[in-house]
């Protein structure tokens, strides 16, 4: 870096005194009591034993993830007063592994008026040195949405409890000059350090329909200027939420955020879509100089191909974990029941696994696969040598705790001569996966797993492939089908569905599941999609669920690896 790191460290707590002292969260905070960890939920029956979520209440977008003093940290927007969207404070929580969780008091509430009504999502920035400061999104008296700057009280505090709030907020305010609509105005990024020595930053906003990533300047990181262009946008794609941007290369060796212009390096623009609640993304090129963002492709650049997740997966946040080099994804998984059964429920919502998070060789697509370190709740696991799966039969996974496990699969294809012709007009995979569910039996397929299911099969999430022939290739579909997934006629079951960019002819069909109770988050073809699923189940519970592989096709297929663990419980208080 051009910039010593303790020159910007200084000359940034000199800003902020330079403008008054420093302000604490505990002399403007309300009801302070009611922001401490709150007790045991009163409903447990869906509750997640190794995803991240708080004991109760309600909990939406991670927040400012990052690493200091050898702590992982995770803010995240909490509600602690209810189980309900409402009263948003930062919630706090820190670990030695991202598997296993201590609570802390909440590290940013209401307290000044660029955020009396609500500290909203947002993003903490490494300075060279390893210091940290948080940007957010404010809502002042007015109801407008403004960004904020917090920075660590006690730097040699390696928890980072107490936060103070710089004077000079808001940094960032919509005007009627600067053409911002001040209610599409939030959620900054991690800023990153140009070549010129200054703080680059990107704000979420729509003006009209045109989905915009607001571009901001700054020397200081407390005196903020808005650029003439935004970064990138899209007409026609509505409010951009939580964006995130990022370099990234084919090794899975993660890059700094503030990396640009080495060879091998491609740029991901995420944008939350507020319309849809689908995490979309774009893979190009970030010209440094004019400070633009460049989509390798149209699908990307109307931001209507490639996602995350193909599941419930919204308002992610990647960061930069400087202990292992790599980066990591974290998103939001919400709730498929009503708004009147969660409440009742005292809870809603959870954490995804963390993800590492690399470029494909191809340079289409990114490649997502669960961090290591949950690995270290597997026991007791359960092998199988390569056997061949007949069509219409089904083998029960046995001696895992199946409401609670990590299983892995992997198949082969003899022949394809059977695979059903592909329509064309078949662009919606999800809409396919509605129509062709488990129990339509297919050429090829359905294959795959049968989770969280009831003994007598009246429940059951199946997560499987079909395999088309198309004009000039094969076509792989993988689903997740809900339909049959609880008893229950209230929970929404809607079935999820993605093509894979996977050649049948020559590799395998690999597909990892992670089951805990309500959750199922399934990963196909090494990570080259995935798919959460949220399903509540009233039979298959606890010791009454059971665990399948299965074929429902008239073709056989070959079970070539087939691994499963049951998972202990993480500690997360």
């Known amino acids: 870096m ?10 940034l707590l000199l800003v902020l005194l330079k403008h008054g002292i420093l302000e604490t969260e505990a002399s403007h905070s309300r009801n302070l009591e009611a922001l401490q960890p709150a007790a045991a939920s009163p409903s447990q029956i869906y509750r997640t034993s190794y995803h991240f979520q708080p004991p109760k209440n309600w909990m939406n977008d991670p927040n ?24 948003i404070v930062w919630a706090h929580s820190t670990s030695t592994d991202l598997i296993n969780w201590n609570p802390h008091k909440p590290a940013i509430f209401p307290s000044q008026e660029g955020d009396i009504n609500g500290c909203w999502s947002g993003s903490t920035t490494i300075f060279p040195g390893g210091k940290p400061a948080i ?4 809502i002042n008296p007015s109801n407008q949405q403004v960004q904020n700057l917090a920075v660590p009280k006690n730097l040699s505090d390696p928890y980072l409890i107490e936060w103070d709030k710089s004077p000079y907020n808001p940094l960032m305010t919509p005007t009627p000059e ?6 599409s105005f939030r959620d900054p990024t991690t800023a990153w350090l140009g070549p010129d020595g200054r703080w680059r930053v990107i704000i979420g906003n ?46 899975p060796i993660g890059l700094d955020t503030s990396t640009v212009g080495a060879l091998g390096i491609k740029h991901v623009l995420k944008v939350s879509l507020d319309d849809t609640k689908h995490d979309q993304y774009a893979i190009g090129t970030y010209d440094h100089v004019k400070d633009v963002f460049d989509p390798d492709a149209v699908a990307a650049e109307k931001f209507s191909g490639l996602r995350y997740d193909y599941g419930k997966f919204y308002a992610s946040k990647t960061f930069y974990d400087s202990l292992k080099k790599r980066r990591i994804l974290w998103g939001w998984i919400n709730e498929s029941l009503s708004r009147e059964d969660y409440i009742a429920q005292g809870w809603s919502g959870v954490q995804g696994i963390p993800r590492l998070l690399w470029l494909d060789k191809s340079g289409k697509q990114l490649m997502q696969w669960p961090i290591k370190e949950i690995e270290t709740l597997r026991e007791n696991k359960v092998g199988y040598p390569p056997r061949p799966l007949k069509g219409g039969s089904i083998l029960e996974v046995q001696g895992v705790k199946a409401a609670q496990a990590d299983v892995d699969v ?28 488990a129990s339509i039996k297919g050429g090829i397929g359905p294959f795959g797993l049968k989770l969280l299911a009831s003994k007598d099969m009246q429940e059951y999430t199946a997560v499987f492939f079909r395999i088309f022939k198309g004009q000039y290739k094969y076509v792989v579909l993988m689903c997740s089908d809900q339909s049959r997934s609880s008893l229950n006629v209230k929970p929404d079951k809607t079935t999820y569905g993605v093509f894979l960019d996977v050649d049948p002819l020559h590799e395998q069909l690999s597909l990892r599941s992670l089951i805990d109770h309500s959750i199922v988050e399934s990963f196909g073809a090494k990570g080259k999609a995935c798919i959460t699923s949220r399903v509540y189940p009233t039979k ?34």
């Open 2 to 11: 051009t910039i010593n790191s303790s020159y910007i460290w200084l000359l």
């Open 64 to 87: 400012g993830p990052m690493v200091y003093k050898g702590l992982y940290h995770l803010f995240y927007q909490y509600n602690p007063l209810g189980a309900d969207w409402g009263n």
């Open 135 to 138: 940007l957010y999104t404010g």
């Open 178 to 183: 600067n053409k911002i609509n001040s209610s």
């Open 206 to 251: 729509k003006l009209n329909r045109r989905g915009k990533a607001l571009l901001y300047r700054s020397k200081d990181f407390v005196r903020w200027t808005k650029a003439k262009h935004p970064l990138h946008s899209v007409k026609g794609t509505g409010m951009w939420e939580c964006p995130d941007f990022y370099p990234v290369t084919s090794n």
């Open 410 to 437: 992997s198949f082969e294809l003899s022949e394809l001569k059977r695979a059903d012709a592909f329509d064309p007009s078949w662009t919606d995979p999800q809409l396919l996966c509605s129509q062709k569910g």
């Open 540 to 573: 298959a519970l606890d010791n009454e669920a059971h665990l399948y592989v299965f074929n429902n096709g008239l073709a056989n297929v070959t079970i070539s690896n087939l691994s499963a663990w049951s998972m202990k419980k993480a500690h997360i208080d």
